[in-house]
């Protein structure tokens, strides 16, 4: 009898394996961050509305001369639209600034626009110089500390440190800036006290700017990498005799740059507001003495247009921040995300 052999079955296909697919955090933390930014943009310009309406006295009696007759002064105020309702005079100051218009000095009859364009490119010298001059010496300064004092080694050079680090960075900017126009510009004779003829003028008000940020962000540096020395995986490292610039480059800055640059991001924000008062002190003709001299002739737009650049660049600078951050590390990324 023949034996009937069935021939094997041909091998399914083996099926497409779908890897599970996890989305990137980046869409979804870029959407959260444009949607704050803003709701940041309205604030901002409600709050720069809002804030000049409370500054005492009457823009149009400045603008009219101590000796004006009250019909000038009524002339003067409704050219300036500043008769209408206060809701109209919002109405018209946003829509403005959708068109791109800040509106008109009341004191020198300039496009608020063109003042700042004038005044932005000093402010941004003084101001790209002290960030990065912050960077560039408290990390350092910080990780040397922490890596001569690790183990409790050198205390006296860790008290040193500390006390120093804490008595200059509690010095407000304009008295660190008196005390540098007195030594530096006075005395020694070796800068120029204000302006900015030159280019050695911008070196009194860069560190009259980054001698405070400087020390708080040292200390934490300092912190933070005594953290990380401690932790196994530099002790695995350093066993593997690595040379100590691998070792604290590759290993320990990465691994301390978090929680840095989120302080960071604070300290710098904070220099803009100080760029204020030291441009004041060192008569810097940037948006600070701008606005202060807007005050003081209570020119409206002009103190709406630089407020508000200023508020929008102190935002923007976050945001840099928070991609940076997430370009570093990324689980950072995710967790804001996850709150945006």
Avoid at 47 to 65: K, N, R
Avoid at 169 to 190: D, Q, R, W, Y
Avoid at 301 to 318: E, K, R, S
Wanted: net charge positive; hydrophobic share 50%; glycine share 10%.
């Amino acid at each position: 009898m023949e034996t009937l052999i069935a021939s094997p079955k041909a091998p399914e296909p083996p099926k497409a394996v779908t890897p599970k697919t996890v989305g990137s955090p980046w869409p979804r933390f870029l959407l959260g961050r444009l949607g704050g930014l803003v709701g940041v943009l309205v604030m901002l310009v409600v709050g720069t509305f809002l804030i000049v309406q409370l500054i005492p006295g009457d823009p149009a009696q400045v603008m009219a001369g101590p000796d004006a007759s009250q019909a000038q002064v009524e002339q003067i105020r409704q050219e300036q639209g500043l008769d209408q309702p206060l809701f109209t005079q919002f109405t018209e100051y946003a829509g403005g600034l959708l068109e791109g218009d800040l509106g008109t000095s009341f004191s020198s009859g300039l496009p608020v626009s063109e003042i700042i364009a004038n005044r932005l490119p000093f402010t941004a010298q003084i101001a790209l110089l002290a960030v990065v001059m912050a960077l560039v010496v408290s990390v350092p300064l910080g990780m040397a500390v922490a890596v001569a004092c690790r183990g409790n080694r050198r205390k006296a050079l860790d008290t040193a440190f500390t006390s120093v680090t804490a008595v200059l960075g509690s010095i407000p900017e304009f008295v660190l800036a008196t005390l540098l126009i007195m030594f530096f510009a006075i005395k020694l004779n070796m800068f120029p006290p204000s302006g900015a003829a030159t280019l050695d003028s911008m070196v009194l008000p860069v560190l009259a700017l980054t001698i405070a940020p400087i020390c708080t962000l040292a200390r934490v540096v300092r912190r933070e990498t005594a953290a990380v020395l401690s932790m196994d995986y530099m002790r695995t490292a350093k066993g593997r005799r690595l040379r100590a610039v691998r070792l604290y480059a590759r290993h320990a800055l990465p691994n301390l740059m978090t929680s840095t640059l989120t302080l960071g991001g604070l300290v710098l924000t904070g220099l803009l507001g100080g760029a204020v008062i030291v441009e004041f002190v060192f008569a810097w003709p940037g948006l600070g003495t701008g606005v202060l001299d807007a005050l003081v002739k209570r020119d409206y737009p002009v103190i709406q247009g630089v407020v508000l650049l200023l508020g929008i660049l102190a935002t923007l600078l976050n945001l840099l921040v928070d991609v940076v951050l997430g370009l570093l590390d990324p689980r950072s990324l995710r967790g804001k995300a996850g709150d945006a």
